[in-house]
Every structure is written in C-alpha cells, then in structure tokens.
C-alpha cells in the first residue's frame, strides 16, 4: 500500500479508479480525476473557498427542476454546450451548422400550412423567412420538417407567458422543390435567467448576460443530417456577445426591412415588415446511417 502524500496523490487516486471493467467509464473516470486535480493544484482553493463552490454547486441542483435547468444554464455559459455540440455535428463548409438547442424547444408544435402565420396575434414587426432546403450537391429536399419557435416581439418564449395555446412555434413541409416560406414576428434579444446561482455567478464578471436576436430551427429529412440550429439577426448588438457562444457566421442573416406592400406569401400590408431569405443546406447520411 501507497500512503498519500501531496505529491503522490492524484497517482494514487488514478491508480485506483482504472478497477472499471466499463472501458469508457474507466476512460472518463481517468481523465476527470486528471483535469479536475490538476485544476485544484493550480488555483490551491482555500477550505472556505471549496465549501463555497460545493455550496455553489449544490444550490445549481437544487434550483433546477422539470421547468427549469440550471446546470444546463451552468455548461451553455462554460461553452461546454456549444463544445459538445460542435464534436457531435462536424459538418462540411457549406453545410447550414448546428447550435444549441437550449430549453424553450416544446414538442408537438401545431403543423403550419406552407406560407402560413406562426405568431397570430404575437406582438412584434411581421417577418417572412423563405427560402429552400437543399442538399450539399444543390438538390431540392422536399417534405423536409422545419421545427420553429422563438421569442415574440416582446422577447418572451411560451413558457414565459400565461398561455394554454402554442405561442411562437410551428412545424412546417418544404414543397416539391424544396421551397419553404412562413410568417412570423421578429425575435428580439434576451437575458438568459439571472434569479439563480448562474446569474448570481454571471453578475459578478463583467460578462453580457444577453442572447442575441434568433429564430430556433429543427430541420429534418429522411436521409440527411438533422440540424438543430438558429438564425441570427444581422447588427443586434449582442451579436458579438452571445452569453451561451452559439453564433456560427453562417447562421447571420439580413432581416431586409421593407415599408409595406406585398410580402413575399403574396399577402399586402400597409406596415413594415422584415423579409429573411435562407437556404436550409442539409448533408446526406452515409447508406448505413440512412438504413
Ligand atoms: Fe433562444
């Protein structure tokens, strides 16, 4: 037998968790006891400072519940989320790239016919998203499922409002050639929750606890990769800054301002609206992942 000392330790403690049969486990195990010592060796945490990141810790647990997930909140913040989200949809240039989903998608959102309204009666500026979802060698992709929600005008998620109705979500088909177009108000940006311990921990950096303006998209078809990822709009000031790192260059997009007149589903409105034009590019799955 070893007996610790302060140098020794962390061998010891590596030494006895390789007993895994389980080899991932014993891969995981090896290398969080390595990082997470190596990183107590580095900042030498004094025992008030140790039993106020436990507290810390235990009070991000706790705060969380089927509504509300803070520990998500902690690795979106981290840069953890987007990190694993980029390891887990390595796309070719060209591909539309993935970003987080984070926690205001709800499932089964009302079916949308093509062309059709999202935010009846939600406040906010008239926006009309078009464009095609296509595969990487340009070909149309018909049928494919766009999966949408976002915030209103007001910055707020259905789960933010006092509703019993769908609010700022649908589930729309691209037609024969590949073409989608919907109407929807324009998204603005917001904070991410700051009445718990992520807030709490944010507020005391000098860190923006800001999202910029986006649009949530889910997009899928049968042989291709699906894509969950957002739109961004072009020039919001926290596009720079995004408080959860989920901006990707290619998923900017010009919300192109118009006076009023006819709108692109071939409606008129004597108001301005935003047009955003976007092509959904989709890579095709490997014959074997398709099977
Ligand atoms: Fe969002």
């Excluded at 006891?33 to 235990?58: N, Y």
């Excluded at 303006?213 to 596009?239: K, M, N, S, W």
């Excluded at 092509?279 to 095709?284: G, H, P, W």
């Amino acid at each position: 037998m070893t007996y610790v000392t302060e140098e020794n330790l962390t061998d010891v403690v590596m030494k006895r968790w390789q007993d895994i049969d389980n080899p991932r486990l014993k891969q995981v195990m090896q290398s969080l006891i390595k990082h997470v010592h190596s990183f107590v060796r580095d900042i030498e945490p004094t025992e008030a400072e140790w039993a106020q990141a436990i507290d810390w810790l235990t009070r991000t647990g706790q705060i969380s519940s089927e509504k509300r997930q803070e520990m998500i909140l902690f690795s979106d913040v981290m840069g953890v989320s987007m990190l694993v989200d980029s390891i887990n949809h390595r796309l070719p240039t060209g591909a539309t790239p993935t970003t987080v989903e984070g926690p205001f998608h709800i499932p089964n959102s009302p079916d949308i016919a093509n062309g059709g309204n999202m935010a009846e009666g939600a406040p906010g500026i008239p926006t009309y998203v078009v464009g095609k979802v296509r595969g990487l060698d340009g070909e149309p992709v018909p049928g494919a499922l766009l999966d949408l929600w976002q915030t209103d005008g007001e910055g707020l998620y259905e789960s933010q409002r006092d509703t019993s109705e769908p609010w700022m979500r649908g589930k729309f088909r691209s037609q024969g050639d590949g073409s989608y177009a919907l109407r929807t108000v324009a998204p603005i940006g917001y904070t991410i929750p700051m009445d718990g311990p992520v807030g709490e921990l944010v507020s005391s950096t000098n860190i923006s606890h800001m999202r910029p303006a986006h649009i949530h998209f889910c997009v899928e078809a049968p042989g291709y990769h699906r894509v969950v990822t957002h739109l961004f709009q072009q020039g919001d000031e926290y596009i720079d800054s995004d408080v959860v790192y989920g901006v990707k260059e290619p998923l900017i997009v010009d919300f192109k301002k118009k006076s009023g007149g006819k709108t692109p589903t071939g409606e008129t409105l004597n108001e301005p609206f935003y047009v955003v034009e976007y092509d959904f590019v989709l890579k095709k799955l490997a014959k074997a992942q398709a099977a």
